[in-house]
């Protein structure tokens, strides 16, 4: 089952790289309104996929669930610096699920 929760957690770094990677015009207009340059969504993009592929290896899903962490964290911080409260929820959400699954999977 833990497998499955990485793999799922995988697909949704993923999903999110190919949006930042080929951003729309309301992706770059949320950069540009929350101050980062205009290539900073193609290194979140790289970030998110470099974090799909580690999540999806046994040996390598440690340093998944940190760089993932590591980019929810800073995505939650992001919106709440600019007074978006409510869309830190999802990161949070991710942020509190890699968290969980880590935790099992500890315990396995």
């Known amino acids: 089952m833990v497998h ?3 793999w799922a957690f995988a697909f949704f770094f993923l999903v999110g790289s190919v949006v930042n990677l080929r951003p729309n015009e ?3 207009t949320n950069y540009a309104r ?3 340059p205009t290539w900073f969504p193609s290194l979140t993009g790289c970030l998110e996929l470099l974090t799909a592929c580690l ?3 046994p ?3 440690f340093e998944g669930t940190v760089l993932g962490a590591a980019i929810m964290l800073a995505a939650a911080a992001t919106v709440i610096w600019n007074k978006e409260y409510w869309h830190a929820l999802p990161p949070v959400g991710v942020l ?3 968290a969980l699954v880590t935790g099992f ?3 396995a």
Do not use: C, E
């Open 96 to 98: 509190a699920g890699l």
């Open 26 to 28: 309301p992706i770059r």
């Open 34 to 36: 929350w101050g980062y």
């Open 55 to 57: 999540l999806v290896f």
């Open 59 to 61: 040996q390598t899903r």
């Open 4 to 6: 499955f929760v990485y």
């Open 105 to 107: 999977a500890a315990m």
